[in-house]
């Protein structure tokens, strides 16, 4: 069944961390890409970071980058996000999303990448979607 499952949220303050985890059915999590996406209240849903779980490459927003980092655990199907020195324009809803497959793309020496953090975020492209969790970062 393909489904990812957040947990991990919560509130913190400024300057704290938080790790959020991204449980992901077997099927959908190898050999793919595993996305972080917020949402803040009136706010677009924005792409975080990614990570391709086959060799661990990974992707960041300008925002996010050297704060947060992404990883894996490939025995336990489970992509985390490490959020370290939060602020409160961090405050969001935070979704995990599983990639299409078909929407990566293989450069010429074999590796896959991953679609654009800023790809439409449409069936296309990802083709599951986690319920959401809240973190808030309290000033």
């Known amino acids: 069944q393909d489904q990812v499952v957040e947990s991990g949220g919560g509130t913190v303050q400024t300057g704290g961390s938080l790790t959020l985890s991204c449980a992901a059915s077997?099927?959908?999590?190898?050999?793919?890409?595993i996305f972080w996406f917020r949402q803040a209240p009136g706010e677009e849903r924005e792409g975080v970071a990614a990570?391709?779980?086959?060799?661990?490459?990974?992707y960041y927003a300008d925002s996010v980058k050297g704060r947060f980092t992404i990883a894996r655990d490939n025995r336990k199907s489970t992509v985390y996000l490490q959020m370290n020195s939060l602020t409160p324009e961090d405050t969001a809803m935070y979704y995990c999303?599983?990639?299409?497959?078909?929407?990566?793309?293989?450069?010429?020496?074999?590796?896959?990448?991953?679609?654009?953090?800023?790809?439409?975020?449409?069936?296309?492209?990802?083709?599951?979607w986690g319920q959401g969790i809240q973190v808030t970062v309290s000033s």
């Open positions: 077997e099927y959908i999590y190898a050999t793919n890409c």
């Open positions: 990570i391709y779980t086959g060799d661990g490459s990974t």
């Open positions: 999303a599983a990639a299409n497959r078909v929407a990566l793309t293989q450069r010429p020496g074999g590796t896959w990448v991953c679609p654009p953090l800023t790809s439409n975020q449409g069936p296309a492209t990802f083709r599951s």
